[in-house]
């Protein structure tokens, strides 16, 4: 098993193990030093808590191999935010059942609630009676997370 790999086996059981799903990890060098983000997420949300879980599992972990990151390091774990662009089957699926404001390539914004997502599409459940609308994936600019107020 290559470094990357290792890694990428010691992200996962850290997140496992608090029963959250890694979103994005990122692996890069910020001046002289190198930074491990990690963006977790669970359906009810992710807490200071979850975070600082998977942090010390990781830390637990990459401490027992210290052969594997050569040199000091930062590691830093967080939610992706509301405001994050969702991007991916992963991004979407994850969300499935939340309020999501989706601009169009038309520039129009719907929101509705997450139904269905599918390789060609989504489907939002709009407010009222207002029914269904299926956005074809190639019309979508940006889909956001709605946080109604």
Partial sequence: MDTREKLDSLIAAACNAVSVSLVEADWFRAGKRKV??????????????????VSR?????????????????????????????????????????????????????????????????LTLELKGKAGEVVVPRAEILSAKIDVEI
Avoid at 36 to 53: H, N, Q, S
Avoid at 61 to 73: E, K, M, R, S, T
């Fill in 57 to 121: 599992n990781l830390s637990d972990a990459l401490d027992a191999d210290p052969d594997l990151i050569d040199g000091a390091y930062t590691l830093e774990v967080s939610s992706p935010g509301l405001d994050r662009p969702l991007k991916t089957d992963a991004d979407f699926n994850r969300n499935v059942g939340r309020r999501l404001r989706v601009t169009r390539s038309t520039g129009k914004p719907v929101a509705g609630i997450l139904k269905v997502v599918s390789d060609e599409s």
């Fill in 36 to 53: 491990l983000r990690l963006y977790i997420d669970k359906p009810e949300g992710v807490t200071v808590d979850d975070c600082a879980k």
